[in-house]
């Protein structure tokens, strides 16, 4: 691919990616999150995610739903699953929001 | 939630969000793609994805591929199935070619 300005969605996949990747290789295993890197993922990129859960141990039970193999590790393919899932509902949130105008 | 600055990933869903409100809002129903608006989307956002097809009508069969409820149109839980897979396809690639590096 020769080299371009990368278009808006673009970004946005490059981003994922890299957030991704960031968190992946400060322990262990490079390609998946583990627990803790996880929470540190979650504490750093989406903070309203945890704050508004009242139950304890919120980034863990999220990470136990996400990881669908049972490996306790939250790869990249589970990873993005969460984001599509934020991101749909992100969508409906603002459709409300823009309808009440 | 109060305003703050966005995150990285915040602001990767808020760029898809807006690139799907951006190009459903050309035509129609404002809440979903188009055939038109789709191609005019994937030649802007993600010119690749045509140009390495060979096939004829390339958006069409695409587009054909998500409309998972058949009426037609794509909606914004059906896009973000395509930038899902697109983002795992994405990020496979970039393995393979860091682990030649």
Known sequence: ???HKL???ETAICIIIDVFDKHSRTDGN????????MKTLLEK???????????KNASN??????DENGDNEVDFNEFVTLVAA????AHKRFEKVSSKL
Chains 1, 2 share one sequence.
């Open 45 to 55: 990129e989406l903070p309203w995610l945890l704050s508004r859960s009242k139950k």
């Open 61 to 66: 039970k999220l990470m136990k739903d996400l």
């Open 86 to 89: 934020l991101t749909c509902l």
């Open 7 to 9: 278009t808006e969605l």
């Open 30 to 37: 490079n390609m998946t999150l583990s627990k803790g890197e």
């Open 1 to 3: 691919m020769s080299a």
